[in-house]
């Protein structure tokens, strides 16, 4: 059965670049800020899945929208950034389901596609709460707001899901730009428990710095973990970030290129595309 499945973000505040989705760190509130989803098509290709849930769409319409600005430096202690491992190749794996989504066919505050949902009054621990009306489609691209001017806990932020929550293996690209407010974190991953998930993170305290993760599957399971430092501002311009995830493998991708590759803390269960 085919079903829709696409890659988007999470906004949120955030201080570790390992970011678990339910045992986040926090840092500061962060002024308005918004993830902006490429207009051009995202392509998400799935194994088969036997059933598909369909959930009722949220609409929601907003005026706020951050424009991003060039940064520089930033870092955080104990991270020392790598170079890309480069190349192109990818593994020769046909997978049985495809699905491109195009924002910009959409119309200001239209309803997300039929598969996606955006979270609401969705508590993460104490410290983070997503709804609904901070997930917004405007100018042809899919928006994720982080409201400003917070001050305590829980702080607000985004977070768009898939609505099938089995989903096994796939290759899921996103174009997109990244918010340069300080004090956010914009994640785009694979969730099933915090032993069992797949990261591509960008913070605003390290501009230069992509951070690609396999959380670690047990307490004692060796660290997969690798900040790449790229050669462009991150912040301004789209961009396509990619995740492939195989039988005993991920593999991570920046713009077509190679970033690095995971053979361990590889998940071995179906979730939840964020």
């Known amino acids: 059965m085919k079903f829709v499945a696409i890659l988007v973000f999470v906004a949120s505040v955030c201080a570790s670049p390992t970011h678990h989705r339910r045992r986040n760190g926090m840092n500061a509130a962060a002024p308005v800020t918004s993830t902006v989803v490429d207009p051009t098509p995202t392509s ?45 190749s990818a593994p020769d794996v046909t997978f049985a389901n495809n699905l491109e989504i195009d924002f910009t066919t959409m119309a200001d505050g239209a309803s997300l596609p039929k598969g996606l949902e955006a979270s609401d009054d969705e508590h993460i621990g104490t410290q983070q709460l997503y709804m609904a009306n901070n997930v917004f489609i405007k100018s042809g691209a899919l928006q994720l707001q982080v409201p400003g001017g917070q001050t305590e806990m829980p702080y607000l ?14 290759s899921v690209t996103t174009r997109a730009k990244f918010s340069a407010v300080a004090g956010t974190c914009h994640g785009l991953f694979f969730y099933q428990s915090d032993n069992a998930e797949i ?3 960008y913070l605003t305290g390290m501009p230069e710095v992509i951070h ?24 301004a311009d789209f961009h396509d970030y990619r995740i492939d995830w195989i039988d005993g493998q991920t593999t991570f991708y920046f713009d077509g290129i190679l970033q690095n590759t995971f053979t361990g803390n590889v998940p071995t269960v179906g979730g939840t595309w964020i």
């Open 199 to 201: 990261d591509i993170e």
């Open 212 to 235: 690609y993760t396999n959380q670690k599957a047990s307490d004692d399971a060796k660290e997969t973990y690798a900040p790449i430092k790229q050669t462009v501002d991150l912040t």
């Open 44 to 88: 998400t290709v799935v194994e088969p899945i036997p059933t598909s849930t369909d959930v009722e769409q949220t609409t929601t319409t907003t005026s706020v929208k951050h424009t991003p600005t060039a940064t520089s430096g930033g870092s955080i202690p104990g991270i020392t950034p790598v170079a890309p491992v480069g190349g192109t």
């Open 157 to 170: 932020g985004a977070e768009v899901t898939t609505t099938v929550s089995n989903i096994k293996h796939a």
